[in-house]
C-alpha cells in the first residue's frame, strides 16, 4: 500500500535528498528550467526527477503525469497576470493593450513552453483560464455586452498566439524581410503587381524593415480600435 503524502524512501530507509522539500512548486520551478533550456523533449518525468535528485514516483504523489506538468507550467508562468489589480482610473482600452503586451511577454520569456502551449488544448484552456480577467474586465468596462467580450477576446488572443508563434520561430528583436523582397519584386515582369511593386519601391529597406515590438503594438491598436468601432464602445 502506497503511503500516500510521504516520500518513498531509498535503500537506506531514509527519503532522498531533495525529497524531503519537495514541493509542486519546486517541481514545476525545475520543469521550467528544462524547458527554457533544454527544450520540450527534454522535460521527461525521469529527467525532471533526476534534477530534482528525488525518486521519479515522489513526483507523482504531486502532479500525477506529464501533462500535468505542463498545465502547471502554464499556471506557474501566467500567474501573475491573472493577480493584476483593477485600476479604474486607466482607460479602458490601454487597460485592454496592456493586458495583451503582458500575455505576449509572459510568452515571449519562455518560447519552448509557448510552443507546447499553443498545441495542446487542455494547456491552452489553462491559460485562458488565468489570463483573460484583465480583457474581460476592460471590455466589460466599456460596455461590452458578454458575446462582445468574448468575440472580443478571442479575436486578441488568436492574434497573440499567432504572433508569438511566428516570433518564437524567429527568436530576434527584427525581422529582416526587405533585402529579398525588394530583389523579388524588382525581378517582376512589368505590370505584374503594381501596387506591390510601387508600395515595396517607395518604401526601400528601411521602410520595409519589421520590428516585433512595434508590430504588435500596431497590431494590438488596429484591433482595440476595431472592436470599439464595430461594437459602438
Do not use: C
Amino acid at each position: 500500500m502506497v503511503n500516500a503524502g510521504k516520500p518513498l524512501p531509498g535503500r537506506s530507509g531514509r527519503p532522498r535528498a531533495g525529497e524531503e522539500r519537495l514541493s509542486r512548486h519546486a517541481i514545476l520551478e525545475a520543469a521550467l528550467r528544462i524547458v527554457d533550456t533544454e527544450g520540450l523533449e527534454a522535460m521527461t518525468m525521469r529527467r525532471l526527477a533526476s534534477t530534482l535528485g528525488v525518486n521519479p514516483m515522489s513526483i507523482y504523489h504531486h502532479l500525477p503525469n506529464k501533462a500535468a506538468v505542463f498545465a502547471g507550467l502554464a499556471e506557474l508562468v501566467f500567474a501573475q497576470l491573472e493577480s493584476t489589480p483593477a485600476d479604474d482610473s486607466v482607460p479602458w482600452k490601454d487597460e485592454l493593450k496592456a493586458a495583451a503586451a503582458a500575455y505576449r511577454d509572459a510568452l515571449r520569456a519562455h518560447p519552448n513552453l509557448a510552443l507546447q502551449i499553443l498545441s495542446d488544448t487542455s494547456a491552452v484552456s489553462d491559460v485562458v483560464v488565468a489570463v483573460v480577467e484583465p480583457f474581460y474586465r476592460s471590455l466589460d468596462r466599456a460596455g461590452a455586452d458578454p458575446r462582445q467580450i468574448v468575440e472580443a477576446v478571442n479575436t486578441i488572443i488568436d492574434f497573440i498566439h499567432g504572433f508569438s508563434l511566428g516570433e518564437a520561430s524567429v527568436r530576434a528583436e527584427t525581422f529582416d524581410l526587405a533585402p529579398d523582397l525588394l530583389t523579388r519584386v524588382s525581378a517582376l515582369p512589368p505590370g505584374k503587381a503594381p501596387t506591390l511593386v510601387r508600395v515595396v519601391t517607395e518604401l526601400g529597406a528601411e521602410g520595409l524593415a519589421y520590428d516585433f515590438d512595434t508590430g504588435f503594438a500596431t497590431g494590438i491598436a488596429l484591433l482595440v480600435d476595431g472592436i470599439a468601432t464595430r461594437f459602438a464602445l
